[in-house]
């Protein structure tokens, strides 16, 4: 092989790593907004029930850091192999 080959082929995997952790990390924002937004709109109707919702919502949005953390590890360690 040649060292342009290896070179473009390098550079197409850390691209595609950037891509997909982009990607990962826009979805993830996208999901704990909803989480936020929802959450702040069951408050409203039921200020009662603040301690479960709020309870239920940071649960949630721990969840889907941590898959977001792992997508975005598995984008790394794919282009760095």
Known sequence: MNHFGL???ASLALVG??????IV???AGFG???IGSSAMEAIARQPEASGKVQT???????LIEGVALFAVL????????
Request: aromatic fraction near 0%.
């Open 7 to 9: 070179l473009l082929d």
């Open 25 to 27: 990390a826009i979805a």
């Open 74 to 81: 598995t984008c790394l360690l794919i282009a760095t192999k």
């Open 32 to 34: 704990i907004g909803k």
């Open 17 to 22: 790593a950037g891509i997909g952790a982009s």
């Open 56 to 62: 239920a919502m940071i649960i949630a949005c721990a």
